[in-house]
T-cell receptor, first 110, second 112 residues
Framework: DADVTQTPRNRITKTGKRIMLECSQT?????MYWYRQDPGLGLRLIYY???????NKGEISDGYSVSRQAQAKFSLSLESAIPNQTALYFC?????????FGPGTRLTVL | GQNIDQPTEMTATEGAIVQINCTYQ??????LFWYQQHAGEAPTFLSY????GLEEKGRFSSFLSRSKGYSYLLLKELQMKDSASYLC?????????????FGTGTLLAVQP
């Protein structure tokens, strides 16, 4: 079984809809992250969390919100999706120096 | 500001050696990471350098010069499966925050 899982893997939605992307991990790590990846722009940090009570904005948090429901779960929400949020979204966890990435969610906003 | 530069694309031949360079300018430094990412898949960790010098792991080696803000990833005995994007990332915060700033990646094509 994968250590970091993301659901859904693919999603197509319309402008203005609320979307939630979920991430679960079995690695027992306290630190979790959400990134988006766009062609030519690389991975950019949206939000990160060091434990259940600690949530921090990354470099591109506008238009997104997160919830850390438990140590193992970290959800990303788009309250009102817009087309330029079309991207590949990755969740990651870390303990020590290395980050471990989930398989990604490909989101398309029409 | 925060800036990480690496070439956009490289091509190499199966069995050869290729060096992928990365230069960085960040407000802090907490280590330099290399990740491999196959198309449509998650990045996977390759190497980590926090001190100057060369770290070797099988066919892959990574070098760091902190004074020059420079790193490279060396891939030896290239195989077709090495065709992927290689991401350079810098841990920019002090302590153990693990915030990473990524470069845009170098797409390596290995040809027969």
């Amino acid at each position: 079984d994968a250590d970091v899982t993301q659901t859904p893997r693919n999603r197509i939605t319309k402008t203005g809809k609320r979307i939630m992307l979920e991430c679960s991990q079995t690695k027992g790590h306290d630190r979790m992250y959400w990134y988006r990846q766009d062609p030519g722009l690389g991975l950019r940090l949206i939000y990160y969390s060091f434990d259940v009570k600690d949530i921090n904005k990354g470099e591109i948090s506008d238009g997104y919100s997160v919830s850390r429901q438990a140590q193992a779960k970290f959800s990303l929400s788009l309250e009102s999706a817009i087309p330029n949020q079309t991207a590949l979204y990755f969740c990651a966890t870390s303990e020590g120096d290395t980050q471990y990435f989930g398989p990604g969610t490909r989101l398309t906003v029409l | 500001g925060q800036n990480i530069d690496q070439p956009t694309e490289m091509t190499a031949t199966e069995g050869a050696i290729v060096q992928i360079n990365c230069t960085y300018q960040t407000s802090g430094f907490n280590g330099l990471f290399w990740y491999q990412q196959h198309a449509g898949e998650a990045p996977t960790f390759l190497s980590y350098n926090v001190l100057d010098g060369l770290e070797e792991k099988g066919r892959f080696s990574s070098f760091l010069s902190r004074s020059k803000g420079y790193s490279y990833l060396l891939l030896k005995e290239l195989q077709m499966k090495d065709s992927a994007s290689y991401l350079c990332a810098v841990g920019s915060d002090g302590g153990a925050t693990n915030k990473l700033i990524f470069g845009t990646g170098t797409l390596l094509a290995v040809q027969p």
